[in-house]
């Protein structure tokens, strides 16, 4: 079946600093990568996607990028906030029908 | 807020007792699913519903039972909880192609099997 791999589990950085994430799956027919902020105790809630049509996409300070060849996303934060911190969860897409999802980064971002 | 709730928010119960956990939407949508979320292991699915009375399992099923008898509920049987099962489970919502347009989610069951 197919299988996410998130790195790293753990990101501390510097309010101001840049955070990348990344993920790689195993099906090579997987066209949809969600990626999720989970909250401490709230729901994981989408914050971007992005299609196997699509290279790059952006939304503020948040972008992802996807490389198909290798089979590997990335998720970017630029000018990183207190807010921004929270688990970070990847996703692909398996058939039509489902998710599957990366373990988590917790990104921690410090004043 | 987001057309999904589950039931009940907490709960704590003993080793060997059934337990079902409730996941309501009013959005109309057709795929309903259900997560564990785990330290180390991010949300693994149990079972999913593509429409009433159609339910698959996920990849962690052993020991879960689903049912949907009504678009807007789906229900999530532990048959005999066991330790293992502590976890906290999320229902989720799809309009339809949820490849295409992702997952909305409930606010969470935290459940403890003692």
């Known amino acids: 079946g197919e299988n996410v791999e998130q790195h790293p589990s753990t990101l501390s950085v510097q309010e101001g600093d840049s955070a990348v994430i990344k993920c790689t799956y195993s099906?090579?027919?997987?066209?949809?990568f969600p990626w999720y902020k989970q909250e401490l105790g709230k729901r994981p809630q989408l914050i971007i996607d992005?299609?196997?049509?699509?290279g790059e996409k952006k939304d503020q300070r948040i972008a992802v990028t996807l490389n198909k060849t290798a089979k590997h996303f990335s998720l970017h934060i630029t000018e990183t906030q207190p807010e921004d911190s929270a688990v970070y969860f990847c996703?692909?897409?398996?058939?039509?029908?489902?998710?599957?999802f990366g373990t988590g980064t917790r990104l921690l971002v410090s004043p | 807020d987001a057309g999904i709730t589950q039931s009940p928010r907490h709960k704590v119960t003993e080793t060997g007792t059934p337990v079902t956990l409730r996941c309501h939407q009013t959005?109309?949508?057709?795929?309903m699913y259900w997560y564990r979320q785990d330290p180390g292991h991010g949300l693994r699915l149990i079972h999913y519903?593509?429409?009433?009375?159609?339910?698959d399992k996920g990849e962690v099923s052993d020991g879960y039972s689903v049912s949907r008898s009504k678009t807007e509920d789906f229900l999530l049987t532990l048959e005999s909880a066991t330790s293992s099962q502590t976890s906290v489970y999320f229902c989720?919502?799809?309009?339809?192609?949820?490849?295409?347009?992702?997952?909305?989610f409930g606010s969470g069951t935290r459940l403890t099997v003692v």
């Open positions: 989720a919502i799809s309009e339809s192609k949820p490849a295409a347009y992702g997952y909305t």
């Open positions: 099906d090579s027919a997987s066209n949809y």
């Open positions: 992005i299609r196997s049509n699509v």
């Open positions: 996703a692909a897409s398996m058939g039509f029908q489902k998710l599957v």
């Open positions: 959005e109309n949508h057709r795929y």
């Open positions: 519903s593509y429409g009433v009375k159609d339910t």
